[in-house]
């Protein structure tokens, strides 16, 4: 009951601040996926998914820096979104965080749910994409799903890093056509393998906003 009533009152709201979406057509309908896109804002965390209803109507669990899970009040709306947490700084239990996120992922996704990663790992301060992280590389093998790439533009203009009022500003939202990485399935995931999954979806997600991924 929950979810439905964050997406009208939340998603409502924050359609006030998209200019345009483009690429709707390009929307995985029939399988579960996961989304990955570019981050700047925590504006990002409710327009994405909102440029997809319709057509999509499933729920959206986040990957979520789990030190957001430490503030009791963001704790309880995490969890209520179905939020997961995700340890990004290689902290003292980062590996049990984070084998324990990839199992609840993979179980949303057999579900039928829709999984939505930053691969950066963090917000970006200027807007310029940055170095993605390997782990969204796994989860695909693993899950053995498409990929959903999306490029936001100007979301950093409207509510930037440390700022906690968004600015009367719109940003533009551009989803990519699925990525398929079937030809991996049976190899040895290895880190070079993750590496060059994780380039290949950080340099589509580039692509989307305009920049170069030079990493």
């Given amino acids: 009951m929950v979810y439905p009533i964050l997406k009208l009152t939340i998603g409502s709201l ?3 601040f998209i200019k345009k979406i483009d690429g709707k057509k390009n929307i995985i309908v029939d399988e579960p996926f996961i989304i990955a896109c570019n981050h700047a804002s925590y504006l ?8 997809f209803y319709p057509p999509i109507d499933r729920k959206f669990h986040f990957y979520v820096n789990s030190l957001y899970f430490k503030n009791i009040i963001f704790r309880i709306f995490l969890n209520l979104y179905g939020s997961i947490p995700v340890d990004t700084k ?24 829709i999984i939505f990663i930053f691969p950066e790992g963090s917000r970006s301060l200027d807007g310029k994409l940055q170095n993605g992280k390997v782990g969204i590389a796994k989860l695909v093998l693993e899950a053995r799903v498409p990929v959903q790439p999306v490029g936001i533009i100007g979301s950093n203009n409207i509510l930037p890093k440390g700022k906690f009022l968004p600015q009367l500003k719109r940003c533009k939202i ?14 040895t995931i290895t ?3 993750l590496r060059e999954v994780t380039n290949k979806i950080m340099k589509e997600i580039a692509k989307l906003i305009g920049q170069k991924y030079n990493y």
């Avoid at 990002?44 to 440029?51: E, K, L, Q």
């Avoid at 290689?90 to 749910?113: C, E, F, I, T, W």
């Fill in 14 to 16: 924050i359609k006030l």
């Fill in 44 to 51: 990002d965390d409710f327009a994405v998914p909102s440029a």
């Fill in 90 to 113: 290689k902290g003292k239990n980062h590996k049990q965080v984070n084998r324990k996120a990839s199992h609840m992922a993979m179980k949303y996704l057999k579900k039928g749910d």
């Fill in 174 to 187: 551009n989803i990519g056509k699925a990525l398929y990485f079937k030809e991996y399935y049976n190899k």
């Fill in 191 to 193: 880190k070079k393998l």
